[in-house]
């Protein structure tokens, strides 16, 4: 990070600079609007017609930029840097070339970290990212600090580059996807677990994996890295640190970071050891949370917290939109969205977050991901599985095999119910869930068979369970 660099320096180094950017969502707008207004000549192309993007062409048209639409051809390779949005994959023929020419291509996060003049704790994982960004971040503003968050949680960080002070902190949650053109790390980066995931868009898990690093390859050695060190493969990238290493554990005592005790929550740092609270006091669910609560005691602690405003708010904290939020009781049923669960991992820890009966929603766009210890699970912990979406019949089929190998009775199965649209499902939940029960939609799959992403997937959840 360039701790000296001035707004006014940063306005020179963009005008008259060319720009081109791939990808017309919250990050490619972001980044377009900042460098235009500074005097770059940027150009915007995406493979959506001008129809589909109207909105974003009104929001920019303000500004000095060139619309590309309906495919990247190589003309659009005139820049001095190429700027791919997340959702643009590597592999896509004109991002290559770009890499053959020899053209630097970065993305809005990595432009961000360059250039942001305060310390950024970057959080990273297959799990419990937006979670443990969230409650870092309040524990900071807690303790007294102008704090930004943002990143890969929905909220691009670039268009407040200039109202950063030196003194303030920067708390970002980073995907695979942001990370795997990044050539710059945070000052406290941390990964809090690998599992499969994204393997529709990653060569190989090794290729996710290496992607995942790259949040630690460019530190320094005054940076700190935190790891989970219940995730074999987290644990192992200590040896890869260039830094201090800290660790957060629920099994075992670690030397630096937070840990469990007879399930009290303790943080060591620096040679000081305090205890901050009871894991019983936590009012998030789901033994994956504690995890992440660990986490953001070692974060926020590194970051300068104190431990009294560490306390404060995770054992206030109540949750994150879409990741097993409560939404509202009807006749004795309680629904929770958990739409935030895109992988069968995310599923299986909403699933065990409950003693309750359940009836599941699952669903969505397969991500070519194992079902099958899912599916065990459902048929454990169930009363009532309730399929749509794409993945309907993927995850029907892991079940009938899951039966076959448990050798259940047709009286021992859960009832499971087929049907296409979100609309249909939480109907058919609503008429499967007895007083007592909890209905669950926490897919397992993506939601772009059918909406634009997660959070539209929650929201209209949410709506379907208020007009109940």
Request: proline content about 4%.
């Amino acid at each position: 990070m360039n701790h000296t660099e001035s707004s006014a320096e940063r306005n020179s180094l963009f005008s008259g600079a060319h720009f081109t950017i791939i990808g017309c969502a919250r990050e490619g707008i972001a980044l377009a609007k900042y460098v235009a207004a500074r005097g770059a000549h940027v150009i915007m192309s995406d493979i959506k017609p001008a129809e589909q993007l109207a909105d974003a062409i009104a929001e920019l048209s303000p500004y000095d930029i060139r619309w590309v639409l309906g495919a990247h051809p190589e003309e659009i390779l005139a820049c001095d840097a190429l700027f791919v949005s997340p959702g643009v994959p590597m592999e896509t023929p004109v991002v290559q070339e770009a890499v053959r020419r020899g053209i630097t291509v970065s993305g809005e996060s990595r432009f961000f970290l360059e250039h942001c003049p305060a310390a950024v704790t970057g959080i990273t994982g297959s799990s419990g990212k937006t979670t443990t960004v969230t409650l870092t971040g309040e524990i900071l503003r807690t303790a007294g600090f102008r704090t930004w968050v943002g990143g890969n949680i929905g909220r691009p960080l670039t268009p407040h580059l200039d109202e950063i002070h030196t003194e303030d902190k920067v708390v970002m949650e980073l995907s695979s996807f942001q990370l795997e053109i990044m050539s710059i790390s945070p000052a406290i980066a941390a990964i809090l677990n690998i599992t499969p995931n994204h393997l529709d868009r990653h060569a190989s898990m090794e290729d996710y994996v290496q992607a995942k690093a790259n949040i630690l390859r460019y530190q320094r050695p005054d940076d700190v890295a935190v790891l989970g060190y219940d995730n074999e493969i987290t644990r192992g990238l200590a040896k890869s640190a260039k830094g201090q290493v800290a660790f957060f554990s629920m099994a075992e005592e670690v030397a630096e970071g937070a840990f469990l005790k007879q399930e009290q929550i303790i943080l060591r740092l620096a040679g000081s050891e305090q205890h901050i609270g009871a894991v019983q006091d936590i009012r998030l669910r789901g033994r994956h949370n504690v995890a992440n609560v660990l986490a953001a005691c070692a974060l926020a602690g590194l970051a300068g917290a104190d431990h009294q405003s560490i306390a404060a708010v995770i054992f206030g904290f109540e949750g994150v939109e879409h990741r097993l939020e409560f939404v509202r009781e009807v006749a004795g049923v309680r629904y929770y969205d958990d739409s935030i669960a895109t992988t069968p991992e995310r599923a299986i820890a909403a699933l065990a977050a409950f003693n309750e009966p359940i009836v599941l929603l699952a669903g969505g766009q397969d991500k070519h991901l194992p079902w099958t210890e899912l599916a065990l699970l459902m048929l454990e912990k169930t009363r009532g599985i309730v399929l749509f979406g794409q993945a309907a019949g993927i995850i029907e089929s892991a079940l009938t095999e899951a039966s076959n190998q448990r050798r259940l009775s047709a009286a021992e199965m859960p009832v499971i119910k087929r049907v296409v649209t979100l609309e249909e499902a939480v109907q058919e939940a609503s008429r499967l869930a007895h007083a007592g029960d909890i209905v669950l939609l926490s897919p397992g799959g993506t939601s772009y068979d059918a909406f634009k992403d997660f959070t539209a997937r929650g929201e209209r959840f949410k709506e379907l369970v208020k007009a109940l």
